[in-house]
Nanobody, 114 residues
Framework: QVQFVESGGGLVQPGGSLRLSCAAS??????????IEWYRQAPGKGRELVAT????????DYVESVKGRFTGSRDNAKNTVFLQMNNLRVEDTAVYYC?????WGQGTQVTVSS
């Protein structure tokens, strides 16, 4: 059974940093071939694509609002992707999910507040 488990969320002050992890299991094909997306959903809003981590050379792409602050990466040996979030803002508060195809993780809460 394909599964994603996110971790690393928490409460942080504006300007702080968090590193999210998304560990994958249950795939029948190489994790390295998967394009992994990070989404977030703020209270009362729809899910927003934040970052895409490609399968080829781990290329990355980001929504404009997080460019220069968030960095996606992957460790294929550990079947894990990461989202390093720096200079966090109040508006980054959301539940963060990783996704590939139709498989979603359960999400991890990120709260940015003073």
């Amino acid at each position: 059974q394909v599964q994603f488990v996110e971790s690393g969320g928490g409460l942080v002050q504006p300007g702080g940093s968090l590193r999210l992890s998304c560990a994958a299991s249950g795939f029948t094909f190489p994790f390295s071939t998967l394009v992994i997306e990070w989404y977030r959903q703020a209270p009362g809003k729809g899910r927003e694509l934040v970052a895409t981590i490609g399968s080829i050379e781990s290329t990355t792409d980001y929504v404009e609002s997080v460019k220069g602050r968030f960095t996606g990466s992957r460790d294929n040996a550990k079947n894990t992707v990461f989202l390093q979030m720096n200079n966090l803002r109040v508006e980054d508060t959301a539940v963060y999910y990783c996704k590939t195809g139709t498989t979603w993780g359960q999400g991890t809460q990120v709260t940015v507040s003073s």
